[in-house]
């Protein structure tokens, strides 16, 4: 990881008492206060992106992107209503890594990229019913056109909230599969094994 993002992590949060009265200046105009506000808040973008999965580059642009929703939500926190900024932004956070992920991936709606496809689903042979019929709906196949998740939740007679759950336990589970791979293989720059 990053040694900035590291940092950030690492920092120790504001108290309830330091943030009221910071909060209180940056709403008077004081843009030190304000800017204090913002770096204190980075933790939680950080321990967003994180919690969405995100890593490596993507990671430091969805950073970026989460700092955006941030920046929004503390020029929008009031103390006053007795919640600290980290759960006032969160959802603030969510929104902007969620937007700046769909226009990463050229997403207009929730379906996946059709380049994704493999015409061999070997892959899905070791995967239990549910997610297998899950993966398949979703990111299509001969017979079968890519599907958003609301399409797979009507099809499967399940909650949209089931078919995201059951998606990303069989992401997990081939990423597992596919590392188990990766390490097996020649090195890069290496001969292949005789």
Do not use: K, N
């Not at 506000?37 to 970026?64: E, K, P, T, W, Y």
């Not at 603030?92 to 996946?112: C, F």
């Not at 992401?171 to 596919?178: I, K, P």
């Amino acid at each position: 990881m990053d040694p900035y993002l590291r940092r950030l992590l690492t920092q120790t949060p504001l108290t309830a008492d330091e943030e009221w009265q910071l909060a209180r200046l940056a709403r008077g105009g004081d843009a030190e206060a304000r800017a204090a506000l913002i770096v204190s808040g980075m933790r939680s973008v950080v321990q967003r992106a994180l919690l969405l999965g995100l890593r490596d580059d993507l990671l430091r642009d969805g950073v970026q992107a989460g700092a955006i929703g941030l920046i929004r939500a503390v020029d929008r926190f009031d103390p006053a209503r007795g919640v600290r900024l980290a759960t006032y932004a969160w959802s603030w956070i969510g929104a902007a890594l969620r937007t700046e992920r769909q226009q990463e991936i050229g997403l207009v709606e929730d379906r996946p990229d059709p380049r994704l496809r493999d015409e061999t689903w070997t892959w899905l042979d070791g995967l239990a019913p549910p997610m297998r019929d899950v993966v398949r709906l979703r990111f299509g196949d001969d017979v079968v056109p890519a599907m958003t998740r609301r399409e797979v939740a009507r099809r499967l007679d399940l909650s949209e909230s089931r078919v995201r759950t059951i998606e990303a336990e069989a992401m997990r589970h081939l990423r597992g599969r596919l590392a188990r791979i990766g390490h097996c293989a020649a090195p890069s720059g290496g001969a292949d094994p005789p």
